[in-house]
């Protein structure tokens, strides 16, 4: 893959990125300092490590049902921001939200801890530009389809690419976000929101339980387990998504149906549609696909607070099926 080219380190440039910094509303410029792949590091590591701890604290008395509620209620809302709102919304322009809504959605994706949400949108926008091919910021494929290429593939598309110093321009990838000063702003507000999300479980626990004991293991399953859960489940469509699945519709990789991750990415795992119609709202289009994002974009419909939906058309999802191509040569 061809990396973004880099100004070389003379005197004159060493100011460029604080004005970088300002102008995309980042963390960094387009190239990843020493402290980011540390916190990166860190944010990825100690979750998951909770994770390996989550069967015998779990088995030792340490899960109530405050911690479940918690968990399930800050998954729901950062599992749905990243994929109504980084997804659907920001990065394919799939409805158009009214400013609150705009504003919720932006919150919710960045309590995901994913990065934010300019950055978050310029990577994926890659990623469908040159998607399992040169370019690809994480396909699976990228060492080739030998079993050793592919598994050594598979574990770049599902983490190992954060770690990549490059980093998608985002001015090339993302220009709308950065003329949008409400979503510059909420992207520049992403320290407070990473803290938020990892604090507030732990402050709102103390206070429901009013103990510390209670304050602890909700940090611990509604922050630490929740966080890494739902990392492992977004990356799981980068890498499982693109390696297995079902693909009942024509698109130009090799993304698939994975259905037991519908419900834990909230209808993302859908993919092979996905990458057939990226604007499409909805992505479990065929019976029996549950898709709770797209059930969110209806009622946002319904209250009246999106609009110009991009719903499924028949026709459109017709002669984008695998088999419609045997249809017409058959109906010739």
Not at 5 to 27: K, N
Not at 42 to 57: H, S
Not at 207 to 234: K, Q
Not at 265 to 284: F, I, K, M, V
């Given at each position: 893959?061809t990396?973004p ?31 980011e ?14 994770v390996?701890?989550?069967v015998p604290?779990?088995w030792?008395?340490?899960l ?15 599992g749905?921001g ?8 920001f ?5 158009k939200?009214?400013?609150p809504?705009?504003y919720?959605l932006?919150?919710a994706g ?20 040159f ?6 910021p ?6 080739g ?5 592919l ?8 983490v190992?690419?954060?770690?990549d ?10 220009p709308d ?6 979503i510059?702003?909420?992207?520049r507000?992403f ?10 479980p ?5 206070l ?14 509604a ?14 469509i ?17 993304s ?7 419900i834990?990415?909230?209808?993302e ?7 057939s ?9 065929l019976?029996?696909?549950l898709?709770?994002?797209a059930r ?8 009246g607070?999106?609009?110009?939906i991009?719903?499924p058309v028949k ?5 984008r099926r695998?088999d419609?191509s ?6 010739a």
């Amino acid at each position: 893959m061809t990396p973004p080219a880099v100004a070389a380190p003379d005197a004159p440039t060493r100011t460029a990125p604080a004005v970088e910094d300002v102008d995309t509303g980042t963390l960094g410029g387009e190239q990843k300092k020493t402290w980011e792949q540390v916190a990166l590091a860190l944010f990825i590591g100690i979750p998951f490590l909770a994770v390996l701890a989550a069967v015998p604290i779990a088995w030792g008395g340490f899960l109530g049902w405050h911690d479940v509620v918690l968990a399930v209620v800050f998954y729901t809302i950062a599992g749905h921001g990243i994929s109504i709102g980084f997804h659907r919304l920001f990065t394919h322009k799939s409805f158009k939200p009214n400013r609150p809504l705009k504003y919720a959605l932006a919150i919710a994706g960045s309590l995901a801890i994913e990065g934010p949400v300019v950055r978050w949108v310029a990577d994926h926008r890659k990623h469908h530009k040159f998607s399992d091919r040169e370019g690809d910021p994480h396909s699976p494929w990228r060492y080739g389809d030998t079993l050793g290429a592919l598994s050594k593939g598979f574990i770049y598309a599902h983490v190992g690419w954060l770690f990549d110093t490059e980093q998608t321009p985002q001015r090339q990838y993302a220009p709308d976000l950065l003329r949008d000063k409400d979503i510059v702003k909420v992207s520049r507000l992403f320290p407070l929101l990473v803290a938020t999300s990892v604090l507030l479980p732990a402050i709102i626990g103390g206070l429901w339980s009013w103990s510390i004991e209670g304050a602890l293991t909700a940090f611990f399953w509604a922050s630490l387990v929740r966080i890494a859960l739902l990392h492992h489940v977004t990356w799981s469509i980068n890498s499982i998504c693109h390696t297995i699945g079902d693909r009942p519709f024509k698109s130009r990789d090799k993304s698939g149906n994975v259905w037991w991750l519908a419900i834990l990415s909230q209808g993302e795992s859908w993919h092979n549609l996905h990458h057939s119609d990226p604007t499409c709202a909805r992505h479990g289009v065929l019976k029996g696909q549950l898709d709770t994002s797209a059930r969110c974009i209806w009622f946002f419909e319904k209250m009246g607070w999106a609009s110009d939906i991009r719903w499924p058309v028949k026709e459109r999802l017709e002669a984008r099926r695998v088999d419609a191509s045997a249809r017409t040569l058959k109906a010739a």
